[in-house]
């Protein structure tokens, strides 16, 4: 077994070597935090984000789509609250002159306790055998009721600091933790200040005349100004939803950890428009929807688990997080938040427009309620690297790495492989590619021994590879082999299309 710190270097050196994900600028020595994706890369995102529009828009009747600009105009972010509560608070170490979130601090703090329980639930089980009880274990060992009190108590504190803006309360829990800086080891903080994470910009051709502007840190804003426009348009009943998908921008304190936390990223989100009383059973609803979505590409269960806010932002009245166990743990993937009438009240009052709908029902006019599903679609494809990748030992006794990403987010969905460069053998390939390729992506490759040509097909996660040999002259038949059990079979070029479909296409 490789330690996760290891398997988690090992995803990101992949990621690069097989053109997935390269650092911004990098003859440039790179960019902190912002990413570029390569020719692979590129494909998966686009079938992820193209997985993510087809459940939410073509799948759901009453939930349409739009494409809003980044540029924003800037009383949007005053009405919406991120230039007064779009903050982090920061804290630097003297030592090693290091910044960090300190509420990342303090969490990262709780993992630590929540290591220590899961390593005495790995003893006990050990110890027991099968007769072993987890449920039972957890709630009544005298060292793991103490560990979670511990967290629940610290948790207390830290959030209720947060939701007051406390900020000499939280230095002082990190001071009361004991936490030191993970660089020089010490305790020498500075005061923990606030720090808006909006990045802003000038528009207009002489400074003077120019006026600030942000990059939107979140598409969300861009639906709810157009709420009316869709909503009249579209002759749009309650409940219904409008989805985008979209750069957004942070200026993030710390940015680490690869594609999970960059400066510049992409949202998927949605959202959904009801009569206000509604909320929380549409707030059930999505969550559950949302977390079928993610079990419908085949990924375990165990996998993903959902962490209920108890801070909730100024805007919500329940939220949740779907969490996805990254090398790094359990982290935030997506957010499932009920944001009430807030946002559209705000825009309502900051531009003195009417933003409600006439409901024919009760024949009467309010401001909508609003349930809000936003996933990172950077965050959604590091969630996917780090669950593809598997390095396996064959029969013969060599290794492969083969990332077994759903099919139908595959880059490449199949390899046309002529077996050698000779004999007719590469026209024949390219034939049957040019009627593929209609439909599929698809690799054309003829250099290097087969055995080599599969092993790079398996590390990029292309399903299927289709060998054409001298029997395919003369019976149009080819061997397609598959990426997971690697089995090969032979059938007649014409039923190719019908396979690869059936494996590769859309199914919720
Ligand atoms: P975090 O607590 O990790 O900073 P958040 O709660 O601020 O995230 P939201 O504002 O709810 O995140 O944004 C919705 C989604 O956008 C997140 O679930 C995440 O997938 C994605 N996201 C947010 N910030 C980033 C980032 N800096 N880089 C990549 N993805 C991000």
Redesign the pocket.
Known sequence: MINQEDFFKKITAHAKEYGFVFQSSEIYDGLSAVYDYGQNGVELKNNIRNYWWKSMVQFHENIVGIDTAIFMHPTTWKASGHVDAFNDPLIDNKDSKKRYRADVLVEDHIAKIEDKINKEIDKAAKRFGDAFDKAQFVSTNPRVLEYKKQIEEIGHRLYRSMEQNDLEGIKKLIEDLGIVCPISGSRNWTEVRQFNLMFSTQMGSTVEGASELFLRP?TAQGIFVNYLNVQKTGRMKLPFGIAQTGKAF?N?IVARQF?????E?E?MEMQFFMRPGEELNWYEYWKETRMRWHLSLGIPASKYRFHDHEKLAHYANAAS?IEFEFPFGFK????IHSRTDFDLAAHSKHSGKKLQYFDPELNESYIPYVIET???L??MFLALLSFAYNEEKLEDGTERVVMKFPPTLAPYKVAILPLMKKDGLPEKAREIMSDLKQDFMCYYEEKDAIGKRYRRQDAIGTPFCVTVDHQTLEDNTVTIRDRDTMQQERINVDELQHVITEKVKIKM
Not at 259 to 263: G, H, K, P, S, V
Not at 332 to 335: D, F, P, Q, R, T
């Open positions: 979140e942070r993030e594609i999970f936390r960059m400066r990223f949202q997080d935030e993937l997506e957010g936003s996933i990172g950077d965050r």
